[in-house]
C-alpha cells in the first residue's frame, strides 16, 4: 500500500482546495489509477487509502462535486441512490433547462431569421410555467 501511495501522489496536484488528479481519466472524468492489477477509480482509490475501507454497496462521493478531486476530506461515502437524487438536484434542474432553452433559442434566431415568428412562439410557450413543470427531470 505504501507504495502504491507514493506512485498515487505522484500523479496529483495539491491546492488549498482540491487535490487534482493529473494523470488518465474516464470519459466522465474520473480519475484512473492501478493498484493491484486493476484499475479503479483514483478517488476510490485516495479514500481506501486515507480514509479507510470502503463499505460494500456504497459508492465514494466527491463534497466538491469535482470528479477528478482525490482529496480525502472531500471524499464521502454513499449509496448509488443517493449520488442519483444529488446528481439532479444539482446539475439538472427545472430552471436550468428553462434557461438553458430560452439561451439556445435565441441563439438560433439569430441564425435562422426566417423563422423568428415560430421561435418566439416557442420562447412564449416554454416561459409559460405551466409548460416548465412537464418537464420531469425527477424521475429518470
Ligand atoms: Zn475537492
Redesign the pocket.
Known sequence: MKKAIERFEKKILRTN??WFWTASKTKQGYGMFSYDGKSIPAHRFAYIAYNGPIEQNKIVH?S?N?TY?V?PE?LYLTTKSETRNKFYELRINPEMIFNESIRYLQKLKKIRPDLNHDINKLIDQIKEPKNIHRINVDNP
Do not use: F
Request: overall charge neutral.
Open positions: 482546495d482540491c466527491q466538491c469535482n478531486c482529496k472531500h
